[in-house]
């Protein structure tokens, strides 16, 4: 099959079906399958441990981020902790320092109990990264661009500097705010590419959903072991609800980086806006790397209300076009208050965000209604 990135998305790991010749990868609504012989079956036996919805969804996803791997979960922070459990007590994650609230609260308030240490640190230099490792550091985790102060990390010299260490640490990148057709994290040497797939893989806000993919096939077998014996997974509906999704990723990153852009901008000469946050925007100081790394600034906006808190949910509560909701990524524009909303879990940590902070999604409804929107929220 031709390995361009629209095609993969429609096409890979969906073949007709071969009993009825479906076009659709069928919803194999089943918990159990007939076994001829004992300990003998036609690939699956429980779903659990697999289900043929959730391999069509696992195979597109590694295709679409180039991987040999792929492993779906139910939900982004169900996916992190299957990862998060390959380590053992002792063992040391360094954190980007802008990292979603409900990372940050499984970190900070779960797996310290359990003897695992978390340090945070500024990811946007690689220096910074270098200089923070440890010998007792066995994973990076990153998110680029970060939620929600989009941030980046420059993950192919972060990549080289952790493969010249002893005993190299896995670099793992939550990739959700990018998706795999801004980005392809392994291809630019991390490890472990993550994904809430609730997001923009999906695309409609009508499923939770989180995948992983990878390279490494030792890798690979251990995080299946532990997605079959925790069994943190998805049902086969949300699976073929984010396939579905797949198909016109692309068609739609396309245009809520458009409609973003053109939020930026406007929102970059407002008055009542004291800083704006979009990577493809002359104002973001790593616009560089972002042209380099990414193929768009992607539908993910912030900025800082010159009013302070009071005024940032003022504007939030005004909003007619964009809603007042958690989550991102869906066909429909969101708005929110991170420090009150996503990012609570943060609160009096070094990770805590500006309470004047509002975080849009920009969604692909036509941008002029969009721009007046957010005009007469801000007035």
């Known amino acids: 099959m031709p390995d361009h990135f ?28 007939a076994q001829p012989r004992v300990g003998e079956h036609k690939g699956y036996e429980y779903s659990r441990t697999g289900n043929p919805t959730r391999t069509a969804l696992q195979d597109c996803l590694a295709a679409l981020e180039g991987a040999a791997h792929g492993l779906a979960f139910g939900s982004g922070l169900a996916a992190t902790d299957t990862i998060i459990r390959t380590l053992s007590p002792g063992d040391e994650v360094l954190v980007g320092g802008d990292v979603y609230g409900g990372t940050f609260r499984l970190f900070d308030k779960e797996y310290r109990r359990y003897g695992l240490e978390f340090r ?7 220096a910074a990264v270098d200089a923070a490792l440890s010998a007792k550091t066995r994973m990076v985790w990153l998110e ?21 260490r002893p005993n190299a640490p896995l670099l793992v990148v939550d990739n959700t705010f990018a998706s795999p057709y801004l980005q392809q994290p392994l291809k630019l040497g991390a490890d472990i590419v993550l994904h809430s797939a609730t997001k923009y893989l ?32 998805p049902g086969p509906m949300d699976c073929f609800l984010i396939l ?11 245009r809520h980086a458009a409609n973003a852009q053109a939020v930026a901008a406007f929102l970059a000469d407002h008055p009542k806006v004291s ?9 973001h100081p790593q616009q560089a790397l972002a042209r380099r790394q990414m193929r768009n600034g992607g539908g993910m906006v912030s900025f800082e209300i010159a009013g302070g808190e009071a005024a940032a949910r003022k504007v939030v509560e005004r909003t007619r076009i964009f809603t007042l909701a958690e989550s991102l990524g869906g066909v429909e524009s969101l708005i929110e208050v991170p420090a009150a909303m996503t990012h609570l879990s ?10 004047s902070l509002v975080r ?13 929107d957010l005009e007469q929220a801000l007035s």
């Open 120 to 126: 945070y640190m500024d990811a946007t230099d690689p």
């Open 275 to 283: 800083q704006l946050y979009y990577p493809f925007h002359s104002s």
């Open 346 to 355: 943060t609160a009096g940590s070094p990770l805590e965000v500006s309470p």
């Open 6 to 33: 629209e095609t993969l998305a429609i096409h890979a790991g969906q073949p007709a079906d071969p009993q009825t010749g479906a076009v659709m990868t069928p919803i194999y609504q089943t918990s159990t399958y």
């Open 144 to 164: 680029t661009p970060t939620n929600p102060y989009l941030r980046l990390a420059d993950l192919a010299a972060i990549a080289e500097l952790l493969k010249q």
């Open 360 to 372: 849009l999604s920009v969604g692909v409804e036509y941008v002029d209604d969009l721009i007046a």
């Open 244 to 254: 579905r999704g797949l198909k016109t990723l692309h068609l739609r990153m396309d």
């Open 202 to 233: 999906g695309g409609h806000s009508d499923s939770v959903l989180g995948l992983i993919a990878l390279n490494d096939q030792a890798l690979a077998q251990r995080l299946a072991f532990l997605q079959n014996a925790a069994g943190a997974v």
